[in-house]
């Protein structure tokens, strides 16, 4: 690891005065949707903004920080992350009405969370987010969609922190966003944002959630450790398309295998490591332009120190 001195100095020199969580040395494995990767160097779990802002502000020079929202998009590299990595606790998994089609919440808040908010007050256009994992705040920094929607369709402004503790406000307009990516660099900690929907009956919300659900139950492999899409489909064709048409769907990797349900998804069968998955992703990526002509880009982020991938 190689901010260790910094991490144990940071953890003597901060603990009694930041509120929060600090932890060291902790183990991101069980909340990645993988159920792979390292360990965090120090892991801060802020008690509220100000808490953050304290820690942002005082941290040593040139740590690294890292966010993690509900690790559902992320493959985490087996050597860890070094530096800090930040969640969001419970501080920011608030939700709160603005005006009737307004709400405000915390980056912390599940999607499902906001989902349910919008059924039971007769909201539309959230019902995408009951089936996407993960987080606001991640799902922000993907512009994460389904169903030909995407959460940039709802967002009206976003509440940013800095690394060095400096908050600000960015409307929409302000964020360049496309097809599952933005512009929010890796130095911006999304804190909350304002969402807008219209309303709408309660039942004709419903039935498209359960529309939505029975879809993704009948065609992902929802239950299985996975980060969701692998890569990102292409003008033309669908990545779990190029997967079949290159001939490779059936290729695995230690403990990591493409889902047959979804070739798009890579799943951990039970002992895989965070380099068998990018192993098997980065063989895909070479099968298919080798094949079609055509290179995959990576959907998940690929986060972290660990062994290098060969092809
Ligand atoms: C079974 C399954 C199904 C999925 N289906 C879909 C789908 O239909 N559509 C879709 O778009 N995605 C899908 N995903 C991927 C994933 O759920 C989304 O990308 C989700 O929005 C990620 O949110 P998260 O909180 O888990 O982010 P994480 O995975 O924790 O992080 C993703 C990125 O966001 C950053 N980040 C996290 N929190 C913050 C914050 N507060 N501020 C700034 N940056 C932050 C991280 O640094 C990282 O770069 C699926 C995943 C799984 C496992």
């Excluded at 692998?230 to 290159?246: G, P, S, V, Y």
Aim: one cysteine or more.
């Amino acid at each position: 690891m190689k901010f260790w001195a910094e991490a144990d100095r940071l953890k003597d020199n901060l603990n009694n005065l930041v509120r929060g969580e600090l932890y060291s040395n902790y183990s991101l494995r069980p909340i990645s949707w993988f159920r792979v990767g390292g360990y965090a160097e120090i892991l801060f779990i802020p008690k509220d903004e100000q808490d953050l802002r304290y820690f942002l502000f005082n941290k040593p020079e040139g740590i690294p920080i890292t966010v993690i929202g509900g690790a559902s998009n992320l493959l985490i590299r087996d050597h860890g992350i070094p530096g800090v990595v930040i969640i969001l606790g419970k501080a920011f998994n608030h939700i709160d009405y603005i005006q009737s089609e307004k709400i405000n919440c915390g980056a912390s808040v599940p999607n499902k969370k906001i989902s349910n908010f919008a059924l039971k007050n007769n909201l539309k256009g959230f019902s995408f987010l009951s089936t996407i994992p993960g987080t606001l705040g991640g799902s922000i920094k993907m512009n994460a969609g389904a169903y030909k929607s995407e959460i940039m369709d709802i967002i009206l402004n976003a509440k940013f922190i800095d690394t060095s503790g400096n908050t600000y406000t960015k409307s929409i307009s302000d964020i360049n966003y496309g097809y599952r990516k933005t512009d929010i660099t890796d130095e911006m900690i999304c804190l909350s944002a304002t969402l807008e929907g219209s309303l709408a009956r309660k039942d004709d919300i419903k039935q498209e959630i359960e529309q939505f659900k029975n879809y993704r139950n009948n065609t992902q492999p929802i239950r299985e450790r996975t980060g969701g899409s692998t890569f990102k489909n292409t003008q033309n064709k669908k990545a779990w398309e190029l997967i079949r048409d290159a001939e490779c769907n059936n290729l695995s990797v230690g403990g990591a295998m493409i889902s047959q349900r979804h070739y798009n998804f890579i799943i951990n069968k039970g002992n895989a490591t965070a380099y068998d998955i990018e192993l098997l992703g980065e063989t895909i990526i070479t099968y298919v332009e080798k094949r079609t002509g055509i290179k995959l880009e990576w959907e998940i982020k690929i986060i972290g120190d660990g062994p290098e991938v060969l092809i």
